[in-house]
């Protein structure tokens, strides 16, 4: 196959569509994106969010060297897409189902986004991580809520001093990372993470994340409220009285999200 033939984002559905695994396959690339894949990626996270059996996805980088470099300055778009330009979501900001990064390798700019994006992310030993758009003068939003996952000035150090990567074990440290690993155990310990996810009742799962995301930026008590008022859907689910079930038969339950 040749390169203009080899496809540069992979998803594979394992566990009859319950686990999403996404691959950027990029590696002689650094596994940076172009404008096209942010545009397939965006549609990627979308389709996950609605299919109906998706319950957890992992998004990893090819090879073993780069997880993501971040935006591709100079391949030019094979489609020109008509309106104002904007970047796209490439990263699962707006999914409220669960995500994992795997990161197997460097994490910079972009890939430091799809990083900070996912709710859970464990890394490579050789995985570095930074956010090096102060080196090239380019924009990076997304910065506002990263004191979410870092202490404010790990982020300032982060951010402001571009021209700086951390170790995977450093990155850890700071509270970036929620596990190190050695490199060949990286999507063995991912795909636990995912397996145990199926396993969970989804609609409980869904609400909790949207509780932690949009209340960060609430204030407590309308927070609280907001989580009340959510988690009414869960009155009245198949799935409520199968978890109480499960825990008086002493058994595992079949969560089905009714």
């Known amino acids: 196959m040749s390169a203009e033939e080899q496809k540069e984002l992979i998803v594979e559905k394992k566990e009859n569509g319950k686990i999403w695994l996404i691959t950027i396959n990029r590696a002689e690339k650094a596994n940076s994106l172009t404008l096209d894949m ?12 609605d299919a109906e ?32 330009f904007k970047i796209p979501a490439f990263g699962p ?13 460097h994490c910079i700019a972009g890939g430091a986004l ?5 709710d859970i992310r464990i890394a490579a030993e050789n995985a570095e991580f930074g956010i090096a758009e102060a080196l090239r003068n380019m924009p990076a939003s997304w ?20 021209d700086k990567r951390v170790s995977a074990q450093r990155a850890y440290e700071m509270g970036f990372y929620n596990r190190v690993v050695p490199a060949d155990k990286l999507m063995e310990e991912a795909m636990s993470w995912a397996e145990r996810m199926v396993n969970l009742a989804p609609r409980a799962v869904w609400n909790f994340k949207e509780i932690i995301k949009r209340g960060a930026y609430m204030e407590p008590k309308l927070g609280r409220a907001f989580g009340q008022a959510l988690e009414q859907n869960l009155k009245g ?3 409520t009285q199968e978890g109480a079930a499960a825990l008086r038969e002493k058994r595992k339950p079949n969560f089905k999200n009714q």
């Open 143 to 162: 910065v506002r809520d990263l004191h979410l996952h870092l202490h404010l000035g790990h982020a300032m150090e982060m951010v402001l001093w571009g």
């Open 38 to 49: 942010m545009y397939e990626l965006e549609d990627t996270w979308k389709a996950y969010q």
């Open 114 to 118: 799809i990083a900070h994006d996912c």
């Open 237 to 239: 689910m198949e799935d």
């Open 93 to 105: 900001e707006d999914v409220w189902k669960p995500t994992i990064a795997a990161i197997n390798g």
């Open 53 to 84: 059996e998706s319950r957890v996805a992992i998004i990893t980088g090819a090879g073993s060297r780069v997880f993501c470099a971040g935006a591709d300055l100079l391949t030019p778009p094979k489609v020109v897409r008509p309106g104002p």
